[in-house]
């Protein structure tokens, strides 16, 4: 099993620019979840997904938007990056609740010039 | 806002020594866990604390969740290189999402 994977590992965005992060997911899971980590911020939740079909926002979802077409991918969007998106990006999914055990892509690291 | 705060923030030992992690918070929890994130790849899971009072030991890695259930620690013995990483704490909370803590940094020189 890959578990959870994430594409691309790296990018470079101009100010204006728009692109879509995939992750995927080969364990069936239910649960998924895009965060972003800063310095000093530890990991902060952007958009969630209980299951196919469904999304709803997490504690910071400005300037970003979500789809779970399908169950095991979840794609994360920015319509029109800024400096302040400049972060690292993770997936993670879980089987159930958002108390079960989060299991983490390798993250993408997103530099918005 | 359920916020989680560790401390210390940063660390640096020699291998061998021993230290203490701490999460706390003013609300309670239902659970508690605990990551380890080495440079570049996501977080590991350690560990789950679901009772008040509860000790888990995990080789040279003793994690506590406190009685009230506010609070946690995270204890290792003879630090190794190996141990370095960023270590962070999340807790489910009323929302049942999980709210990590700000982490701290691990360094075990050799």
């Known amino acids: 099993n890959a578990g959870v994977t994430q594409t691309p590992k790296f990018r470079v965005l101009k100010t204006g620019q728009s692109m879509t992060l995939l992750c995927a997911q080969d364990?069936?899971?239910?649960?998924m979840y895009w965060y972003r980590q800063d310095p000093g911020m530890g990991l902060r939740l952007i958009h969630y997904?209980?299951?196919?079909?469904?999304?709803a926002k997490g504690e910071v979802p400005d300037g970003y938007n979500v789809s779970r077409l399908k169950k095991q991918n979840f794609l994360l969007g920015l319509e029109s990056a800024a400096p302040s998106q400049t972060s690292v990006y993770f997936c993670?999914?879980?089987?159930?609740?958002?108390?079960?055990?989060?299991?983490f892509g390798p993250g993408t690291r997103l530099t918005v010039l | 806002t359920q916020l989680l705060e560790q401390s210390p923030q940063f660390l640096s030992i020699q291998e061998g020594e021993n230290l203490t992690v701490y999460c706390n918070s003013s609300s309670v929890f239902s659970s508690l866990q605990w990551y380890r994130q080495e440079p570049g790849e996501g977080p590991v899971l350690l560990v789950t604390v679901v009772t008040g009072g509860e000790v888990k030991k995990l080789k040279r890695l003793t994690f506590q969740f406190g009685d009230a259930r506010k609070d946690s620690s995270l204890h290792i013995t003879a630090a190794q290189p190996g141990d370095t990483g960023l270590y962070l704490c999340a807790a489910a909370g009323a929302t049942n999402k999980l709210i990590f803590g700000t982490g701290t940094l691990l360094a075990v020189q050799p």
């Open positions: 364990m069936n899971h239910e649960y």
């Open positions: 993670a999914s879980s089987y159930v609740t958002s108390g079960d055990t989060q299991y």
């Open positions: 997904s209980v299951g196919e079909g469904t999304t």
